[in-house]
């Protein structure tokens, strides 16, 4: 499956972005998916996933309650939507995809691009 980033930029602390993964291939629906980000000089790290129905999530500490993980496999597409978002959260966000839910980055098979989002005043 190849997937493809989107919805990065610039916003000031406190506000909002929804980021996009679409995904390409007829097997998305059996997929389960993640979103990681990596802060430069940092090493990547796991943001949120979902199972492959969508009745299932899991975040990470750091954002839970503010982040949100949705998907939509009439549209091959998965989102995480971001609020309260804090200068701390300025990374390249990455979608993944694999069979397996996991929060481990090496235990998926395909990569997004990547989307920078940036959180500044």
């Known amino acids: 499956v190849q997937l493809v980033d989107s919805g990065g930029g610039l916003v000031q602390p406190g506000g909002s972005l929804r980021l996009s993964c679409a995904a390409s291939?007829?097997?998305?629906?059996?997929?389960?998916m993640g979103w990681f980000r990596q802060a430069p000089g940092k090493e990547r790290e796991f943001v949120a996933n979902i199972s492959w129905r969508g009745s299932n999530t899991y975040y990470a500490d750091s954002v839970k309650g503010r982040f949100t993980i949705s998907r939509d496999n009439a549209k091959n597409t998965v989102y995480l939507q971001m609020n309260s978002l804090k200068p701390e959260d300025t990374a390249v966000y990455y979608c993944?995809?694999?069979?397996?839910?996991?929060?481990?980055?090496?235990?998926?098979?395909?990569w997004g691009q990547g989307t920078q989002v940036t959180v500044s005043s």
């Open positions: 291939g007829r097997t998305f629906s059996s997929l389960a």
């Open positions: 993944a995809a694999d069979p397996r839910r996991s929060v481990v980055a090496d235990e998926y098979g395909s």
